[in-house]
Every structure is written in structure tokens, then in C-alpha cells.
């Protein structure tokens, strides 16, 4: 007999009759005459609950002795529950034990903390919290491919390796090879040359955006900064969507339209575990994302809104200055308290921000934008690129990089170049938002953060 998963039985119209089911022992409950068991295999946030009457082979030898973590395969009889809260239960003919679980498991019912959790990042999976997250984390991954899928958008598998540091900020890891213990440099370099983990797909994008016109990436990124913080990982994936024939405002409500997207989604495809988080993580959750989907996102320079900071007579630990970067403070402040919704920033200072962003007009900014959202800050991360073959050599020469290392990049604006734009989303991010958890190590199946490369 093949496996039916417990969601598809919690799920039916009318009852399966007999099947099977495998998962991983919740609880176990035992009286004279029976045990109940809550059986779990990650299809859902809910136990399939089992009777198996004492009168089962192998009740007295294996079957009292299942303790929580043990792995079983049941068949029997989906029969509607005397019990309340579900509304199927299975009556056992019988039980199969394929491994018993020592009884030191370290996932026991009591509530766990997160960072006791994140120790045993082997078992978490298997808690109610972590099992919500990695689905609802599959499911926007999946509403990712189909945001863009639905409008066009071909795919592209940028490199992991690169030569490249595209956002200029040299937070890069190298890539060597070893001889024993000595580093391969120099002449001995694998590729003849330094190379890096990538910590953007955005160049390589772009070149693909100048032949396919609208292009997505989603991919792995990696960035050395040593920043201790709840919402920056070593490594994390992105989605990084470019498009041609393409202004900064096309770019500004793609980026408005896919977040909104993702919103909708998750709230109408992972109303269980949304609720889960709702009442254990983040009690303002659904609120929040309800908001987030039924009204227009807010804009606001980025001149506009260092006047509002400074305005605000609100003391930050970093102050506000124009020609600075806005802090995650700065931003929180203007979307929880000032706007209390989410908003993009555009126009930012052209100091402050890389070589590729196109210059506007007042010689000073540049057409940038970045999403902030409540609870998080920056979400998204975008600009109208520089098209203009003169401008981008000028920036390239301001920003001290060499011209034959972006000679590949600069050829797009001689052979036909076009506007074009694009951003990049933090899909950690994202589920940070959409699920309430504070923390990015928590939506991350093995978290790679400064000082910890752990499993
Ligand atoms: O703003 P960023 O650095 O933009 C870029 O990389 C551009 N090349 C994107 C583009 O235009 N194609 O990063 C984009 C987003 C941020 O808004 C943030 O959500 C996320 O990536 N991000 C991180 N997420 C987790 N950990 C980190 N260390 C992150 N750094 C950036
Ligand atoms: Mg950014």
C-alpha cells in the first residue's frame, strides 16, 4: 500500500477509507484498553491522531515503548472523530515501528526557544515553528517563479563564481584552490585570475535583460560583511529581476507588485501556518499583511524623506544627514511610525550609492529605489541602470574601477543599448515579513552568519 501524507487525509471530503500513513510520534497517550497517538509528517502544521487498540500485534512489544521523535507507518481505517478540534481520525489495524527514538530527543512538547533550537538545526525541521516556516518558505519560492512566469519573464541561472564585485563594497568571499595546506594565488590561481562568491547577479542579468528583455534570477548570494545583526546572513538568496526598455517608475511598481504578490499569496495559501505564527510569533501578523495587500504603497524621495526624519525631533543613534545612508532606524521610523505602511525611497544620492545607477538630470542622485516594509526596513534594493556609454566610463573612472575588468559590461551600451532596470529582493527578507520571525537565522534552513558555518 503507498503512503497518503496527513494533509491530504485532514483535508478529505469524505472519509479515504483504508490507508497508510508514515510520519514521526508527537505524543502518545495510553489507557487500558488503547494508545493514542498524534502522528506527524510535515505535510501540515496538524497530527493525524491514531487509536491503536491494545489488541494490535506487537502492541506490548513495540508499541508502548513509542516515545515522541520514533518513526511508525500505520494502516487502518480513516473514520470521522469522536475526539474534538479535528475532524478524521484513524482507527489502526496496524503498526509498523521503523525506528524507535532514544529518549533524549531534544524536541520535547514544551515550547523550545529559538536560539536553543537553531543548535539542533538537524532536528528543528520536525517543530511545529520550523516546519511552518520551510513550507511557507517552498511556497513563496514557488509564487516567485509564477509572478514572473505569468508576465513573461524568462529565468537565468547567473554564475556563483564571478569576477566581479558589483556592488562595490569589496564584502566578498574568494574563492581558492588548495594544495594541501597552501592556498593556490597568483600565477597558480584556478582561473587565471582572482574570483569571488558572488554577492549579486545583477551584472550578468543585465546582459541577458539586453537580448531577452525581461529576465528574473533567484539564487544564492553571499556577502563577508561582519554585520551582527538580526536581519543580515552570510549567505542568503535573491531574486533579482531586469528589465529592458525600462524607467525607474516600471521599476518602482514591479518591485510594489511582486511584494503585494507574495502577500496575497501566502495569505491565501498558508492560512494554517500564518495562523500559527499569528498566535505564537507575532500577534499583529495577519493584520499587517491584510494592510499590506489592501492599500497602495507609499513613495518618497529620498530628499523627502531626511526631511521628514529630521522634522520628526525623534533622536536616533545615528543622526540624519543628507548625503548619508539611511540607517535601518531611520527607515523603520518612516515606515512603522511615520507612514506606517510600506514605502520606496527613490532619487538617493549618487555618493552613496554604486557605479551602475543611472545619474538624473540634477547631476546629484541617482534613479534609485528601495521598498522598506514595517518590521524589517529595507526589503528591496533597485535602480534604473546608467545607459549611456560616456556616463557609465565617467562613473567607472569616479568609482576607481578598472575599465578592462567591466569592458564586458560597458560593451552593452555600444551595441544597442537601451534603458533598462531592475532590483533585487532579499528572499529571507520576505519570509521574515510574511511570517513575523525576528530573526533571519530562523527562516534559513542552515544559517551561515559570521562565526558560524554549523551542519
Ligand atoms: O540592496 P542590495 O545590495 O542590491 C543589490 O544587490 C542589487 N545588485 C540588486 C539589483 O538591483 N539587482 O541587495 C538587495 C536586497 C536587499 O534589499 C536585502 O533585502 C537583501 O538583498 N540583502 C540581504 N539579505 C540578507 N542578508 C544580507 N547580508 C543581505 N544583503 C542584502
Ligand atoms: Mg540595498
Redesign the pocket.
Known amino acids: 500500500m503507498s503512503r497518503t501524507s496527513i494533509v491530504k487525509v485532514l483535508k478529505s471530503e469524505s472519509s479515504p477509507g483504508k490507508i497508510q500513513v508514515k510520519g514521526w510520534v508527537r505524543t502518545k497517550r495510553d489507557s487500558k484498553a488503547f494508545s493514542f497517538i498524534e502522528l506527524n509528517d510535515g505535510s501540515c502544521l496538524a497530527n493525524l491522531q491514531i487509536v491503536a487498540d491494545a489488541t494490535l500485534d506487537g502492541y506490548e512489544e513495540s508499541i508502548v515503548y513509542l516515545t515522541t521523535g520514533a518513526s511508525i507507518a500505520v494502516t487502518g481505517n480513516v473514520v470521522e472523530s469522536q475526539g474534538k478540534g479535528q475532524r478524521w481520525e484513524m482507527q489502526a489495524t496496524a503498526v509498523e515501528v521503523l525506528g524507535m527514538a532514544e529518549e533524549d530527543f531534544p524536541l520535547q512538547k514544551k515550547g523550545h526557544s529559538m536560539e536553543f533550537l537553531r543548535s539542533i538545526a538537524h532536528l528543528r525541521p520536525r517543530s511545529n515553528l520550523f516546519g511552518a516556516v520551510f513550507r511557507v518558505r517552498s511556497r513563496m519560492a514557488f509564487a516567485i517563479h509564477q509572478f514572473f512566469q505569468d508576465q513573461g519573464f524568462v529565468y537565468v541561472h547567473t554564475p556563483i563564481i564571478t569576477a566581479s564585485d558589483?556592488?562595490g563594497?569589496g564584502e566578498m568571499f574568494r574563492v581558492v584552490t588548495m594544495d594541501g595546506d597552501e592556498i593556490k594565488m597568483g600565477d597558480e590561481e584556478f582561473f587565471g585570475k582572482p574570483s569571488y562568491l558572488t554577492?549579486?547577479?545583477?551584472l550578468e542579468?543585465e546582459t541577458f535583460a539586453c537580448a531577452l528583455s525581461d529576465i528574473y534570477t533567484f539564487g544564492p548570494?553571499f556577502?563577508a560583511?561582519n554585520?551582527h545583526t538580526s536581519?543580515?546572513?552570510?549567505e542568503?538568496w535573491?531574486i533579482?529581476?531586469?528589465m529592458a526598455f525600462c524607467d525607474l517608475d516600471r521599476d518602482m511598481d514591479t518591485a510594489e507588485a511582486m511584494v503585494k504578490y507574495l502577500v496575497c499569496d501566502v495569505l491565501e495559501s498558508c492560512s494554517e501556518d500564518l495562523a500559527f505564527f499569528g498566535k505564537f510569533v507575532d500577534k499583529g501578523l495577519i493584520e499587517r499583511l491584510e494592510f499590506v495587500r489592501d492599500r497602495p504603497f507609499e513613495r518618497v524621495s529620498y530628499t523627502e524623506a531626511v526631511e521628514i526624519l529630521i522634522a520628526s525631533g525623534q533622536e536616533f543613534v545615528y543622526p540624519v544627514e543628507y548625503g548619508h545612508n539611511l540607517q535601518s532606524e531611520h527607515e523603520r521610523y518612516l515606515t512603522e511610525t511615520h507612514f506606517k505602511s510600506p514605502i520606496t525611497v527613490y532619487n538617493y544620492p549618487a555618493d552613496i550609492k554604486?557605479f551602475y545607477m543611472r545619474k538624473n538630470d540634477d547631476g546629484k542622485t541617482v534613479a534609485a529605489m528601495?521598498?522598506l516594509v514595517p518590521g524589517i526596513g529595507?526589503?528591496?534594493?533597485?535602480?534604473q541602470r546608467e545607459e549611456r556609454l560616456d556616463v557609465l566610463q565617467a562613473n567607472l573612472e569616479e568609482h576607481d574601477l578598472s575599465k578592462e575588468e567591466y569592458d564586458w559590461y560597458v560593451d552593452l551600451r555600444r551595441f544597442g543599448t537601451v534603458p533598462h532596470a531592475?532590483?533585487?529582493?532579499?528572499?529571507?527578507?520576505?519570509l521574515m515579513f510574511v511570517t513575523g520571525v525576528h530573526n533571519?537565522r530562523d527562516v534559513i534552513p542552515f544559517p551561515r552568519t559570521p562565526g558560524s558555518a554549523d551542519f
Open positions: 558589483c556592488e563594497a554577492v549579486s547577479g545583477q542579468g548570494t556577502r560583511e554585520s536581519r543580515h546572513a552570510s542568503f535573491m533579482e529581476p531586469e554604486p528601495d521598498v529595507e526589503i528591496v534594493g533597485g535602480s531592475g532590483f533585487g529582493l532579499g528572499f529571507e527578507r520576505l533571519i
